[in-house]
């Protein structure tokens, strides 16, 4: 097949519009996925991420302790990337007129869809057949469990729950997005342009030229005590019931010789679209016409995800 004419200039201006696109609308901060309040981006340069020290949880010690608590981790939370890829492909007889604005148009709607994927991989781990619900984590149960096996100091102790499925609705999430978010993502590389240009060994096979936008990341669910899930009617009594089982959950070892809670401070209340009126009535609203006051008024931040139900 015979090469167009002009073909180098033409895919110079085409490539100069796209990569100039992409770049904008993945940097843009309005295009921000919804579940970055959930996520804890890092830049890990494995595909297998093994996070031992999240479960270092003691706090600081007297230094004596110190070589005993670092020892006494022996499990790991770990997770693999994936490599992700969406593309814009233009056949070279099209490369006979610039079409500039049908570049800008693909590329500007390639970049701002990359949230989406983030909002689309967080909602698929938290719906109920996702991995927070079924993939059994560092201590042989899932993300979500009513039986996590607890052992202090060397002692196993009684089992405790952050998973709450008694109820009849769609689950709705407390997390303590203090110390660290509940979804960690390793985006070992991040989204980014790389073309095939006409010069490529891909055009001269396929007679096109192609624009990537390709990533290589990967999702994990972090501690599981910072996490709590219930499908109950979402109201005063059961988020009461789900902030305290959180605050019940004690450290793996004794702390200073002593047993001791972990401390857990719900931050973050995420719903699904059922569920996100009854969030915004529960924590968003003030006492209306001199009522009582709201008890839970802005008591968390409300993450409403649309592709949960």
Known sequence: MPMPPNVNAIYDEANAIVVATLGEALAKQEWAAQSMPLVEEMAINDTLVNLPFLLDNHGLQ????????????????????????DNITVPLRDLTSAHGDMYRM???????????????????????????FVTPGFDGVPYFSSAHPMNLAGEDIAVFDNLDSAGGGNYWFLFDAIVIKPILLNSKSRPEARDLGPDSEHAKK????????????????????????SNQALD??????????????????KVDGESQLMGVRPTVLVVGSSNQLAAEQLIKHGPA???DPNPLYNAVQVVALAMLP
Request: without cysteine.
């Open 106 to 132: 693909l590329a500007q709607q390639k970049g701002r869809g990359v949230p989406r994927w983030q909002d689309q991989q967080v909602a698929k781990m938290l719906k109920s057949t996702g991995a927070a």
């Open 206 to 229: 396929f007679f096109e030229v192609m624009w990537n936008l390709y990533a290589d990341a990967g999702y994990g669910m972090g501690p599981w005590f910072y996490g709590y899930a």
């Open 289 to 291: 016409n001199g009522g």
């Open 236 to 253: 005063e009594a059961h988020f009461n019931t789900a902030r305290i089982a959180m605050q019940q959950v004690p450290t793996y070892g």
């Open 62 to 85: 007297p230094l004596l302790h110190n070589i005993e608590k670092k020892a006494g981790i022996k499990k790991q939370i770990q997770f693999v990337t994936s490599e992700w890829v």
